[in-house]
């Protein structure tokens, strides 16, 4: 199943804590593409660059249009 | 109301009602009606997600707060796709794996049993409770717009809401959900257009921005470190961060969203779309809100918008003040009017606007003087704080917006409040009979038992967030109202999940003890101190964690973990 296997974790045994997570087999789920990402890693940094740039946009925005800003 | 407007909002809850049956038909058993059989697509729990979060208390509270405050609030919002990718690294891998019902459910298998039914208790309690002030905000549109009883209104959209969330379940609800988002998107739309076509001929959309600017009405970001102030960026991404992981990674109606999904990867790619597209949307409706402030500019506004409110004042022997300063604001209003269009014409001439812009600001400092002023008459004759931000929205769309408009914003307003309070009352119902019904009473009744006392809980709680409603109007705004509920039990039940997934040696009685010393401690940190009631959550997660991370270090421990995985 692709939520079990590895190291330190029998094939039966289910993980309920992070620790758990150490030396396990990658996940099926969690590998190849994700539509046109490359990976979940690009997935998540991507997400993160949007999250800066709308900060970044919201306080360009805020200089902008508000003169009262020194 | 015209028959096009009741037409509109007929159609609305027959639509509803016809594919919230259509779909029920598709449930199998207590998994289907709690988790759809775990066969939703990941768009679906997306759109699902964000018409659980997003309440008729997100139009009508925070266009409101924007109309007063501008759009500052958005800071609240920032910390999510930050807070969503953390989500779907941590909290929805265990949850999806575990191939549990609720979140709480997960916690017994870490911990223990009191554990599990500690938080679900806490959450029934908190969540009970929001539910009812979901219920509420529409019937606050529709004592205004309508005339209607408050507590009918309460009756019949809680009467339609449970009907088809007792039948259909969880499948009912998210299809339902999807179609109530997409008519809270096509509202914000035609909410925004209605208010540029509103605008006095010669004063563009680009003019309406520009007023706004000089007012600072625009400011989104607050980068002071003030602790006392509620919406900065710190406090936006700090505060704002741990209540995303508390709410979307411990609140079972949304947890309860992502295992619904075929697979992990569909539950994670749920909260990816919500991600994306959360921050515009409310983008977009607290410019509803900033518009509104500069469309009231050339038309003149209510000094109190709340009928209810202006009616207890009149009758009360404070009258004459009121309508004093409501003289004093036709007065002062008349001439920022005049300025304005001075200083538009000025504009587009070319000219130094700059003495025109320090003049309105002078009138704005009245106006808004005068508004407090009412506020504070308002909240000493009725003896509880005005929620007069909560009428702004509703009083504009009855009195500019066109017929057959009109009953769509209406039907908008309902389709957000019944999003959220189906997916409230689905969450109560499956953690009240998976985590305690089933756990603790019946643990082995049959599959066709189940669904019927699951059905029954719905029912109850629907009752339950009736009552809830029916005393509601004495919170405030409601956006905060909701948001300050949560934020006394978020944070600590977020300390408990991170204990569960990062401390080792965390025990079910360190986790609980933890817990209580979490909420016990943002109590006495609202009674004691001014900090915005965003960190509450990053000191209830603080707490929880240190606490439970020293108690896994004492004398019983190890065999409480033990006996916690047994």
């Known amino acids: 199943m692709s939520d079990e296997g590895g190291a330190e974790v029998g094939p039966d045994e289910p993980r309920w804590s992070m620790t758990r997570e150490r030396g396990r087999v990658p996940d099926p789920e969690e590998a190849g593409p994700v539509g046109p990402f490359p990976s979940w890693s690009w997935v998540y940094g991507t997400v993160l660059v949007y999250g800066v740039l709308v900060i970044g946009l919201l306080t360009l925005f805020t200089r902008l249009l508000d003169p009262g800003i020194p | 109301m015209t028959g096009v407007d009741w037409g509109v909002f007929a159609l609305y809850f027959l639509g509803i009602l016809g594919l919230a049956f259509h ?3 598709k449930n199998e058993g207590v998994e289907g009606y709690f988790l759809a059989n775990r066969r939703m697509p990941w768009w679906a729990i997306g759109l699902s997600v964000m018409a659980t979060q997003a309440s008729a208390i997100t139009f009508i509270g925070t266009t409101g707060q924007a109309f007063d405050d501008g759009m500052e609030f958005i800071q609240f919002y920032l910390a ?6 953390v989500l779907c690294l941590v909290f929805v891998p265990f949850f999806y794996r575990a191939r549990v019902y609720t979140a709480y459910e997960y916690l017994e298998r870490r911990f223990d049993a009191k554990t599990r039914a500690l938080t679900g208790f806490l959450f029934l309690l908190s969540r009970g409770m929001g539910a009812g002030i979901i219920l509420y905000a529409p019937a606050i549109v529709l004592s205004v717009i309508l005339g209607w009883d408050e507590r009918l209104t309460i009756l019949v959209m809680a009467a339609v809401t449970v009907a088809y969330t007792m039948v259909g379940g969880i499948t009912a609800v998210i299809w339902t959900d999807v179609v109530q988002m997409l008519m809270v ?8 257009l209605a208010i540029f076509a509103n605008l006095p001929e010669g004063v563009g959309v680009a003019d309406a ?3 706004g600017g000089i007012q600072g009405m625009w400011r989104s970001i607050d980068l002071s470190w003030d602790p006392t102030n509620t919406y900065t960026l710190w406090s936006g991404l700090l505060g704002g961060f741990f209540l995303f992981l508390a709410y979307f990674g411990t609140d079972q109606s949304q947890v309860q969203r992502y295992l619904t999904a075929t697979s992990l990867r569909d539950s994670r790619l749920s909260l990816i779309f919500t991600a994306f597209l959360k921050v515009p949307m409310q983008v977009l409706i607290l410019s509803i809100g900033v518009l509104l402030f500069i469309f009231y500019h050339f038309e003149r506004p209510p000094l109190v918008f709340s009928p209810a409110e202006l009616a207890a004042v009149e009758a009360s022997p404070r009258a004459g003040e009121m309508k004093g300063l409501a003289e004093e604001q036709a007065r002062v209003h008349a001439q920022r009017r005049g300025a304005t269009f001075q200083l538009l014409e000025e504009r587009h001439r070319g000219a130094d606007v700059e003495a025109w812009r320090e003049t309105i ?6 106006l808004r003087g005068l508004r407090a ?21 509703p009083t504009y769309i009855i009195t500019y917006v066109p017929a057959g408009l009109l009953g769509l914003l209406i039907a908008v307003i309902f389709a957000a409040a019944m999003s959220s309070l189906d997916s409230e009352i689905t969450a109560l119902s499956s953690a009240t009979v998976m985590d305690g019904y089933r756990r603790w009473i019946r643990p082995q009744a049959g599959d066709g038992h189940l669904l019927l006392v699951s059905r029954l809980a719905t029912g109850f709680w629907g009752l339950f967030a009736m009552g809830v409603a029916f005393y509601a109007g004495q ?3 409601l956006i905060e109202a909701v948001n300050q509920i949560g934020s006394f039990f978020y944070g600590s039940l977020l300390g408990v999940f991170l204990l569960a997934f990062f401390v080792p040696r965390a025990t079910g009685t360190g986790a609980s003890l933890g817990l209580l010393a979490g909420m016990g401690t943002v109590f006495l940190v609202s009674l004691t101190t001014d900090i915005s009631w965003l960190y509450y959550n990053v000191v ?14 004492g004398p019983s421990a190890d065999g409480a973990r033990e006996g916690g995985r047994a």
Do not use: C, H
Request: charged share 15%.
């Open chain 2, 373 to 393: 002023e009412a506020k504070g008459i308002v909240a000493e004759v009725r003896g509880t704080a005005s929620n007069d931000v909560n009428y702004v929205f």
């Open chain 2, 185 to 192: 998107f096509g509202g914000i739309g035609v909410a925004l």
């Open chain 2, 23 to 25: 779909q029920s038909r």
């Open chain 2, 475 to 477: 919170l405030g705004s």
């Open chain 2, 80 to 85: 999510l796709p930050f807070a969503m990718v």
């Open chain 2, 361 to 366: 600001e002078g009138y704005d400092a009245r």
């Open chain 2, 209 to 211: 921005v520009y007023i």
């Open chain 2, 540 to 553: 209830g997660a603080g707490v929880v964690v240190l606490v439970g991370w020293g108690m896994g270090f």
